[in-house]
């Protein structure tokens, strides 16, 4: 396998994921099917919480999490084979799904209700599942950390020493600041700091607000660590193959981490990003 070949050639994508990763294959491509009756929920439903259609969270999570699920399937070629047939290892995997579903399941059934499931505690019953949601939420984000120490550890991914750490640091940095940016938003009563007007313009698609702070943002930078940074390495692989790679990977993750927790610090103080 060289450098640059995420996937071995003459292997179908899907095929490798499948054998790679058959569990976590099969959410991801539910989840991408789930957008379909969540979309239809969204035209026909024109209910609305805080100034947003109803079925608007359950969309945007079907999409993250189907592209953070599809990631670690891809990502799972570099773990050992033999560490991926290991009892404890499945058994992690299966958690992890476990908590996406209640995640899931949590959101579309707030929406369902015509309710919201973040930052409810209107009732006891939504004021405990808050809490417990939130520990859910860190245990599906372990496997970022997970997926990163085993890539980290293993010497024989075939990948260039700069791609590889690319890989394992943009896995880590995924797991240590979006649990930090989760913890500061779980801090307040919502996303925002400041209290937006209805109709105050937002960044289109995101919704992140243009005329108060928006702690959504920094969360965005932190979740997409293991994109930003395996493209970094990817773009270092291919541009100084001979060179020092690893170094400029690391920098760069140190500046990714820096981006994150600035943007943390202007939402903080009330200032929006756009």
């Known amino acids: 396998m060289t450098a640059l070949a995420f996937a071995p050639p003459r292997?179908?994508?899907?095929?490798?994921?499948?054998?790679?990763?058959?569990?976590?294959?099969?959410?991801?491509?539910?989840l991408l099917l789930s957008v379909i009756p969540t979309s239809a929920a969204l035209w026909l439903d024109d209910r609305s919480h805080l100034g947003e259609p109803i079925?608007?969270?359950?969309?945007?999570?079907?999409?993250?999490?189907?592209?953070y699920v599809v990631t670690l399937a891809f990502f799972a070629r570099w773990i050992p084979d033999t560490t991926r047939a290991a009892l404890s290892f499945r058994a992690f995997t299966a958690v992890v799904i476990a908590c996406i579903l209640a995640e899931m399941t949590w959101i579309g059934g707030a929406a369902a209700l015509g309710t919201g499931s973040h930052f409810n505690i209107s009732t006891p019953v939504w004021a405990a599942l808050y809490p417990l949601m939130g520990?859910?939420?860190?245990?599906l984000t372990s496997?970022?950390?997970?997926?990163?120490?085993?890539?980290?550890?293993?010497?024989?991914?075939?990948?260039?020493?700069?791609?590889?750490?690319?890989?394992?640091?943009?896995?880590?940095?995924?797991?240590?600041?979006?649990?930090?940016?989760?913890?500061?938003?779980?801090q307040g009563t919502g996303h925002f700091v400041g209290t937006p007007q209805p109709g105050d313009p937002r960044v289109p698609v995101m919704g992140w607000s243009r005329t108060v702070g928006d702690l959504r943002v920094a969360h965005f930078f932190a979740t997409h660590a293991m994109h930003?940074?395996?493209?970094?390495?990817?773009?270092?692989?291919?541009l100084l193959p001979a060179g020092p790679g690893r170094t400029?990977?690391?920098?760069?993750?140190?500046?990714?981490?820096?981006?994150?927790?600035?943007?943390?610090?202007?939402?903080?103080?009330?200032?929006?990003?756009?």
């Open 11 to 30: 292997v179908n994508l899907l095929d490798q994921m499948r054998a790679d990763a058959p569990a976590l294959t099969t959410l991801a491509l539910f």
């Open 55 to 67: 079925w608007l969270k359950p969309l945007k999570f079907e999409i993250a999490l189907f592209i």
């Open 135 to 139: 520990i859910i939420a860190i245990t």
């Open 143 to 186: 496997a970022s950390l997970v997926w990163g120490i085993l890539i980290w550890r293993n010497g024989a991914t075939g990948l260039t020493p700069a791609l590889h750490l690319s890989v394992a640091l943009g896995l880590v940095l995924t797991f240590v600041l979006t649990v930090i940016a989760a913890s500061v938003l779980a």
């Open 228 to 238: 930003g940074l395996p493209l970094i390495g990817l773009l270092v692989a291919y």
């Open 248 to 274: 400029i990977v690391w920098l760069s993750g140190a500046t990714y981490a820096l981006l994150t927790f600035g943007l943390m610090a202007q939402a903080l103080a009330g200032r929006p990003v756009f």
